[in-house]
């Protein structure tokens, strides 16, 4: 059987708190979509630790850890959270495993995403210019790079392909950032993603739900950022909601069964968008970087600072 457990709202309702309470009760915690634009918070015996990538079960021992299909990946976002974890005394290759078809976030990726956000002036949507939105773009168009092709000998040549590809586009934009840097620390990145734990996913999950392991289903952002059913266009690139369980893990559907959707008291919105009852006075109008966008259920309250 499978759980999903989502965000009903614009993200940041604390769904990464919430899978690790339950997380004791699952064999196996899956992340299904989205990518390192996740912050989803834990606290390890009084320690903060804010995970973008790896799902929110990792610090519990006998619990499996699965990145699927349907998230896009950051090399260098992804090590640096590893070597976090590590430091708490987590062996991930005991406990982590990464599908094949994971696709891959490119340091033009990240450039694109700026390029694109830049462009747009007062029509930004908010991106987090991490890359995600390109990423995803070259899933839809077939020219993406997989966690799997980082094992191929190959790699190399299909990763200047694909750079060649985005500076043709990044031409057309006003960008002349150099990313010389970026590039260095993601090929380290990649030699470090290629002592991880690849698996074809769907056949690894499936397997284990045939054995009878309960599974859980995280998700990140929220329900309103769905990329077909959310506030379009102010929205991620991924299907948020119960559905992206399907293909983002490559299960199906007959295997899920509880979906727990988690809100907040008050809502908040990060980035652009329309924000129906938005307090924009002086109570709520704080949106300096940092601070949330707040509406309260129960009356005005004095701007929040949000992790």
Same mark, same amino acid.
């Given at each position: 059987?499978?759980?999903?457990?989502?965000?009903?709202?614009?993200?940041?309702?604390?769904?990464?708190?919430?899978?690790?309470?339950?997380?004791?009760?699952?064999?196996?915690?899956?992340?299904?979509?989205?990518?390192?634009?996740?912050?989803?918070?834990?606290?390890?015996?009084?320690?903060?630790?804010?995970?973008?990538?790896?799902?929110?079960?990792?610090?519990?021992?006998?619990?499996?850890?699965?990145?699927?299909?349907?998230?896009?990946?950051?090399?260098?976002? %992804?090590?640096?959270?590893?070597? +976090?974890?590590? &430091?708490?005394?987590?062996? #991930?290759?005991? *406990?982590?495993?990464? =599908? !094949?078809?994971?696709?891959?976030?490119?340091?033009?990726?990240?450039?694109?995403?700026?390029?694109?956000?830049?462009?747009?002036?007062?029509?930004?949507?908010?991106?987090?210019?991490?890359?995600?939105?390109?990423?995803?773009?070259?899933?839809?168009?077939?020219?993406?790079?997989?966690?799997?092709?980082?094992?191929?000998?190959? %790699?190399?040549?299909?990763?200047? +392909?694909?750079? &060649?590809?985005?500076?043709? #586009?990044?031409? *057309?934009?006003?960008? =002349? !950032?150099?990313?010389?840097?970026?590039?260095?620390?993601?090929?380290?990145?990649?030699?470090?993603?290629?002592?991880?734990?690849?698996?074809?996913?769907?056949?690894?999950?499936?397997?284990?739900?045939?054995?009878?392991?309960?599974?859980?289903?995280?998700?990140?952002?929220?329900?309103?950022?769905?990329?077909?059913?959310?506030?379009?266009?102010?929205?991620?690139?991924?299907?948020?909601?119960?559905?992206?369980?399907?293909?983002?893990?490559?299960?199906?559907?007959?295997?899920?069964?509880?979906?727990?959707?988690?809100?907040?008291?008050?809502?908040?919105?990060?980035?652009?968008?329309?924000?129906?009852?938005?307090?924009?006075?002086?109570?709520?109008?704080?949106?300096?970087?940092?601070?949330?966008?707040?509406?309260?259920?129960?009356?005005?309250?004095?701007?929040?600072?949000?992790?």
């Amino acid at each position: 059987m499978v759980d999903v457990l989502l965000g009903l709202q614009w993200g940041d309702e604390g769904k990464g708190k919430i899978v690790d309470y339950f997380a004791g009760k699952y064999d196996v915690i899956a992340r299904f979509q989205g990518g390192p634009n996740a912050g989803h918070t834990l606290y390890v015996e009084g320690r903060k630790i804010v995970l973008h990538t790896i799902p929110s079960g990792v610090f519990h021992s006998n619990t499996i850890n699965l990145i699927g299909n349907g998230v896009v990946l950051d090399p260098v976002t %992804f090590k640096k959270e590893c070597e +976090k974890i590590a &430091a708490e005394g987590v062996d #991930l290759k005991k *406990n982590l495993f990464i =599908s !094949e078809k994971t696709h891959i976030i490119v340091p033009t990726h990240r450039a694109l995403d700026k390029a694109s956000e830049q462009a747009k002036g007062k029509e930004k949507i908010g991106s987090t210019l991490k890359g995600i939105g390109p990423a995803y773009m070259d899933k839809t168009g077939r020219n993406g790079i997989r966690v799997g092709d980082v094992m191929s000998p190959n %790699f190399e040549e299909s990763y200047s +392909k694909l750079k &060649a590809k985005h500076q043709q #586009l990044l031409a *057309n934009y006003d960008f =002349s !950032e150099d990313i010389s840097e970026w590039e260095k620390e993601f090929f380290e990145a990649v030699e470090f993603l290629r002592t991880m734990n690849v698996v074809n996913g769907e056949y690894f999950l499936n397997k284990l739900l045939k054995d009878g392991k309960k599974v859980l289903a995280e998700g990140a952002q929220g329900s309103m950022l769905d990329v077909d059913f959310g506030t379009y266009p102010f929205v991620t690139s991924s299907n948020t909601i119960s559905a992206g369980v399907c293909t983002g893990l490559g299960i199906a559907p007959q295997w899920i069964k509880e979906v727990i959707g988690v809100t907040k008291a008050y809502c908040t919105r990060v980035g652009s968008g329309p924000f129906p009852t938005e307090l924009e006075d002086a109570t709520g109008g704080n949106t300096a970087p940092g601070w949330r966008r707040v509406w309260c259920n129960n009356g005005p309250s004095p701007p929040l600072w949000l992790d």
